[in-house]
């Protein structure tokens, strides 16, 4: 079977290759022309088709709980912060939420041939991490700006992909934007690991649970109090969801 599922996670690589390349070049030679928001969309049209190559190919199926959770209104604003186990999640959220979602991440991914070509024509917030000061004061400089129009500003607290079973150490940039910005923030668990193991390149089928968590208000709350009641929602749902992968 793992000759199967390498030869299917082969396939899912080389169809990602070959359809970035056009998708990519039509983003970044239309940007100029269109609005933020056609971008926005041209961009997750190539995301929602890789996670239905996903399935496809893949036999990767997600299953989502919690949609009641989620803000309804246009101008509703929020954090979400989401346990970060695989590329996944990065591609299946922008797809599946029903806001812009703006990703705060490395400026070094914009250097990816077409795919962080697009990625720099939208209006998400890259910085420096070499420079954290710096880096926090465009993440709420650019986060709150997004924030009033609508946007959710979406965030992996852990900094990078954990492997399964494993907790990271969670930083609080996160609540420090809420609290700032006044909005809450939305805890969010993903077991993407089980089938998309982190920086490996076999996959395997099975089903990715998606939990959105209640909102957490921000008004008023220290920032560290805060990541600590996100990391001890997010982690407490990641055990319900994968069990084995928590032994003990």
Same mark, same amino acid.
């Given at each position: 079977?793992?000759?199967?599922?390498?030869?299917?996670?082969?396939?899912?690589?080389?169809?990602?290759?070959?359809?970035?390349?056009?998708?990519?070049?039509?983003?970044?030679?239309?940007?100029?022309?269109?609005?933020?928001? !056609?971008?926005?969309?041209?961009?997750?049209?190539?995301?929602?088709?890789?996670?239905?190559?996903?399935?496809?190919?893949?036999?990767?199926?997600?299953?989502?709980?919690?949609?009641?959770?989620?803000?309804?209104?246009?101008?509703?604003?929020?954090?979400?912060?989401?346990?970060?186990?695989?590329?996944?999640?990065?591609?299946?959220?922008?797809?599946?939420?029903?806001?812009?979602?703006?990703?705060?991440?490395?400026?070094?991914?914009?250097?990816?041939?077409?795919?962080?070509?697009?990625?720099?024509?939208?209006?998400?917030?890259?910085?420096?991490?070499? /420079?954290?000061?710096?880096?926090?004061?465009?993440?709420?400089? /650019?986060?709150?700006?997004?924030?009033?129009?609508?946007?959710?500003?979406?965030?992996?607290? *852990?900094?990078?992909?954990?492997?399964?079973?494993?907790?990271?150490?969670?930083?609080?940039?996160?609540?420090?934007?809420?609290? /700032?910005?006044?909005?809450?923030?939305? @805890?969010?668990?993903?077991?993407?690991?089980?089938?998309? @193991?982190?920086?490996?390149?076999?996959?395997?089928?099975?089903?990715?649970?998606?939990?959105?968590?209640?909102?957490?208000?921000?008004?008023? !709350?220290?920032?560290?109090?805060?990541?600590?009641?996100? /990391?001890?929602?997010? *982690?407490?749902?990641?055990?319900?969801?994968?069990?084995?992968?928590?032994?003990?």
């Amino acid at each position: 079977m793992t000759a199967i599922y390498a030869l299917r996670s082969l396939l899912h690589l080389l169809f990602m290759a070959v359809t970035v390349v056009p998708w990519a070049l039509v983003v970044v030679l239309a940007a100029p022309w269109v609005s933020g928001a !056609r971008t926005y969309r041209l961009c997750v049209a190539w995301l929602a088709t890789s996670v239905w190559a996903g399935g496809w190919i893949l036999g990767i199926k997600n299953r989502v709980s919690g949609w009641e959770h989620l803000p309804t209104g246009e101008q509703d604003a929020a954090v979400l912060l989401v346990k970060h186990q695989s590329v996944w999640e990065t591609f299946s959220l922008p797809a599946l939420m029903p806001r812009p979602l703006a990703f705060v991440f490395k400026k070094e991914l914009l250097r990816i041939p077409f795919f962080g070509w697009a990625m720099g024509r939208m209006d998400m917030i890259h910085i420096d991490r070499a /420079q954290r000061n710096r880096a926090f004061a465009k993440v709420v400089q /650019q986060g709150r700006r997004l924030l009033g129009k609508g946007t959710w500003v979406i965030m992996f607290p *852990e900094g990078t992909r954990i492997p399964r079973g494993e907790v990271g150490q969670y930083k609080s940039g996160g609540a420090r934007l809420a609290v /700032q910005a006044g909005v809450p923030v939305i @805890p969010i668990a993903v077991n993407s690991g089980r089938c998309w @193991p982190a920086k490996a390149f076999i996959k395997r089928p099975g089903v990715v649970d998606i939990s959105i968590g209640p909102p957490i208000p921000s008004l008023g !709350r220290d920032a560290e109090e805060l990541m600590r009641e996100v /990391q001890d929602w997010i *982690e407490a749902e990641m055990r319900r969801l994968d069990p084995e992968a928590y032994p003990g």
